[in-house]
């Protein structure tokens, strides 16, 4: 089975640009998290979906953060303005029940100049 | 604040020896499980051990849980370089997961 499919890999770009992150959760996996993880902060919770609904966006950290999931199979995190202070490296997860074991992608790596 | 907090934050040791990192929480959990992280990568799930569980094992990783005292030790015995990687516990209170910030490994051949 294909695991957690996040695109891209890389990302760079400059300060005010609109960022797209992608993911392509494990097909059946009802949950999808979004993390962000950097040194300072570690991994933090941004976003997570139950069956395409966001149930829990406290961790968004503003409202250039936004997250959709239009279908169980595809899923968005976008960053409109983006600032230097976004660069991290962003994480999408997936699982079929709450608090089980979570499948993660290989994460985006955003650098925002 | 994070739930779950690792220790020690680095840890080197040799080949064949064993690894042994604790984690403390601060709330009720429903579960605790363990992630490795390797560089550039994403989290892969090790073991999960329910809050009813003291200790559960699986190959060469041994996994214990004392509720009265918020913590979890997880052991890597007979550890090899491949094992080099960042560790984290993740604890359960519903439907998320709350990580620690790791614990770097490195295992010197």
């Known amino acids: 089975d294909a695991g957690v499919i996040q695109s891209p890999r890389h990302e760079v770009t400059e300060m005010g640009q609109e960022v797209t992150l992608r993911c392509k959760p494990i097909?059946?996996?009802?949950?999808l998290f979004w993390y962000r993880q950097t040194m300072m902060r570690g991994l933090e919770l941004l976003i997570y979906?139950?069956?395409?609904?966001?149930?829990?966006d406290s961790g968004m950290p503003e409202d250039r953060f936004s997250a959709k999931m239009p279908n169980a199979s595809f899923s968005t995190l976008k960053i409109q303005p983006s600032e230097p202070r976004d660069s991290a490296v962003y994480f999408c997860?997936?699982?079929?029940?709450?608090?089980?074991?979570?499948?993660f992608g290989d994460g985006t790596r955003l650098s925002i100049l | 604040s994070q739930q779950g907090e690792e220790d020690p934050q680095a840890l080197s040791i040799q080949e064949g020896e064993n690894a042994t990192m604790n984690c403390s929480y601060k709330?009720?959990?429903?579960?605790l499980q363990w992630y490795r992280q390797n560089s550039g990568r994403g989290l892969v799930h090790l073991i999960l051990?329910?809050?009813?569980?003291r200790e559960k094992h699986s190959g060469r990783l041994r996994v214990t849980l004392d509720t009265s005292k918020k913590s979890s030790s997880l052991l890597i015995t007979a550890s090899r370089a491949a094992d080099t990687a960042s560790y984290f516990c993740?604890?359960?209170?519903?439907?998320?997961?709350?990580f620690g910030k790791g614990i770097t490994l490195s295992v010197r051949p």
């Open positions: 979906f139950n069956n395409n609904v966001p149930i829990d």
């Open positions: 051990i329910r809050s009813n569980e």
């Open positions: 097909s059946g996996h009802d949950y």
């Open positions: 709330t009720s959990i429903n579960n």
């Open positions: 997860a997936s699982s079929p029940i709450p608090g089980q074991p979570q499948h």
């Open positions: 993740a604890t359960d209170a519903g439907s998320k997961l709350t």
